[in-house]
């Protein structure tokens, strides 16, 4: 059983969500390893400590607890994978909240905790191996071969011109999940990457063709070029130009892959298909049918986030909360799944913290956010 179905399933456990029988075997078969008893026992006792917690401080002392019972557990139990218990505390704390939260009177609104936005960083990783951080600072990467000048300047990773070296090594840029950073190749095309994206590309285009290969979400302002088309390859799809800027979203996680263009024109090709998109149109891609659907759309919806904002309209709740829990780096969990399909509308700026957002949807739909550190459970006002 893989470690994340197992947090979900407890993690829907401890919020009320009903289980299938193939999720309630599972926790049980969960529940009977010896590595995770020590767990069930905390959890007991932390029910029927949350009958009686009056305030923060009393919260406060529960995580205390909970800490100093792993740190033990580790100590005694090397056998114990940290990543489970690591998640277990995670889970805790939301169940602490949750029963806190059940304490409160009906008719007081809870007031909701800023959660802070992502910022610029990221890894720049080299052939070698070697990882450099980068983050807003301003400074000078050296390259073994000195094969292109490097520099990191405030949130861009720029390359310089080509040089008369034969070789042409790829570099990696990876970003984190609560982060973004942008790069300007050597050709002088921008590419700004979105929270849990990377981007593999040749430190110089050599050849009659500039490829480049995309997880995650980017967007690209292609610089024009006659001779030598621009790629972008994802694990489905591939978008091909010669100068333009669009949005392509191709998260490994998602059903969907989707290419946005915004200027000038591209072709996306998947199989022995292609479409060719004009200005305003956009291709998702279903991964699990192998189908695609074109339209035209408001492309500001697609490519808002580059610009420092999010624009949502008619949008589902969990569509929303997936996007927000890449930037805010977040932990999401629907008490009822039918609140997922909820719709909400409007506009958040990128670097705001999340409360207005949720305080926002509170006000206008039947909905509730339980906020503990960086962990939020969804459910209704009335439940």
Request: hydrophobic content about 35%; proline content about 2%.
């Amino acid at each position: 059983m893989e470690e994340n179905d197992i947090d979900r399933i407890l993690a829907a456990s401890f919020t009320g969500e009903k289980l299938s029988e193939e999720e309630r075997c599972l926790l049980e078969e969960w529940k009977q390893e010896d590595g995770h008893k020590w767990f069930e026992n905390e959890l007991h006792e932390l029910k029927e400590l949350g009958k009686d917690l009056k305030s923060r401080e009393d919260k406060n002392l529960v995580f205390a607890r909970i800490e100093k019972n792993v740190r033990k557990q580790r100590k005694g139990r090397l056998f114990i994978r940290w990543s489970s218990i690591a998640a277990s505390i995670l889970l805790l704390a939301g169940v602490v909240g949750y029963l806190m939260y059940s304490q409160e009177s009906e008719d007081k609104t809870m007031q909701l905790v800023n959660i802070g936005p992502g910022s610029p960083k990221a890894e720049l990783v080299l052939p070698q191996g070697q990882v450099i951080e980068l983050d807003s600072s301003s400074r000078e990467i050296l390259l073994a071969n000195h094969q292109s000048k490097v520099t990191s300047s405030k949130n861009t990773l720029i390359y310089g011109g080509d040089t008369d070296s034969v070789a042409v090594e790829y570099h990696t840029v990876r970003i984190p999940l609560g982060g973004e950073f942008s790069l300007q190749l050597s050709d002088n095309t921008r590419v700004y990457l979105n929270s849990g994206s990377s981007l593999r590309y040749p430190v110089r285009f050599a050849g009659g063709v500039r490829e480049v290969f995309l997880t995650g979400e980017g967007f690209f302002e292609v610089t024009k070029d006659n001779e030598r088309p621009f790629i972008v390859k994802t694990e489905d799809v591939d978008v091909s130009v010669l100068g333009t800027s669009f949005n392509v979203n191709a998260y490994p996680d998602e059903k969907m892959v989707a290419t946005t263009l915004v200027e000038g024109k591209v072709r996306v090709g998947y199989g022995t298909q292609k479409y060719d998109l004009d200005p305003g149109m956009r291709l998702v891609y279903d991964r699990e049918n192998g189908t695609a659907d074109v339209r035209v759309v408001d492309t500001e919806l697609y490519t808002s986030w580059k610009d420092g904002y999010y624009y949502f309209k008619q949008e589902s709740l969990e569509k929303i909360m997936d996007v927000l829990a890449r930037w805010y780096n977040l932990n999401v969990f629907f008490q009822n799944s039918e609140l997922k399909s909820m719709e909400f509308g409007g506009r958040l700026r990128r670097y705001e913290n999340i409360s207005y957002l949720l305080e926002k949807m509170e006000g206008t739909q039947d909905v509730k956010f339980v906020i503990n550190g960086n962990t939020i459970i969804i459910k209704r006002k009335t439940d």
